[in-house]
């Protein structure tokens, strides 16, 4: 990593390139953890048998990862939801599940004030 001059005669300012955006990355592992035991429950796995655990693990992950990928995708307000809120307000929904001609079609309640982000977000979804 090289060192930056800051125009004083070849001083050296405190701030070392590469080594503050490196640290701004590894800060939100911690915020990771947190939305992971806050969101998805995984303080709650038990520890009694190792593989079945192993799997649920892998399980919660995969969903967090889908839970990250959905939040990119949706709506500039929407982006900065934690796990547990985004789930709240996109996700737990009450639909009407209606099937039609071998399809399966959800009907989204008329007046739900997230329908143009679920909107967004199944659109983008489909392309």
Same mark, same amino acid.
């Given at each position: 990593?090289?060192?930056? +001059?800051? &125009?004083?005669?070849?001083?050296?300012?405190?701030?070392?390139?590469?080594?503050?955006?490196?640290?701004?990355?590894?800060?939100?592992?911690?915020?990771?953890?947190?939305?992971?035991?806050?969101?998805?429950? =995984?303080?709650?796995?038990?520890?009694? %048998?190792?593989?079945?655990?192993?799997?649920?693990?892998?399980?919660? &992950?995969?969903?967090?990862?889908?839970?990250?990928?959905?939040?990119?995708?949706?709506?500039?307000?929407?982006?900065?939801?934690?796990?547990?809120? +985004?789930?709240?307000? +996109?996700?737990?929904?009450?639909?009407?599940?209606? $099937?039609? @001609? $071998?399809?399966?079609?959800? $009907? !989204?309640?008329?007046?739900?004030?997230?329908? @143009?982000?679920?909107?967004? =977000?199944?659109?983008? !979804?489909? %392309?």
């Amino acid at each position: 990593m090289g060192r930056l +001059l800051d &125009g004083k005669a070849g001083c050296l300012t405190p701030y070392v390139s590469g080594v503050h955006p490196f640290y701004n990355q590894r800060c939100t592992a911690e915020n990771g953890i947190k939305e992971l035991k806050e969101g998805l429950g =995984i303080d709650s796995i038990g520890k009694e %048998t190792f593989w079945p655990n192993a799997a649920d693990l892998l399980i919660k &992950g995969i969903a967090y990862n889908l839970l990250l990928r959905l939040k990119a995708l949706a709506p500039a307000p929407y982006r900065h939801y934690t796990a547990t809120r +985004l789930q709240r307000t +996109l996700l737990r929904v009450p639909v009407l599940v209606v $099937r039609h @001609a $071998r399809r399966l079609i959800l $009907r !989204l309640p008329a007046l739900w004030p997230h329908r @143009a982000a679920w909107q967004a =977000i199944r659109l983008a !979804l489909s %392309t």
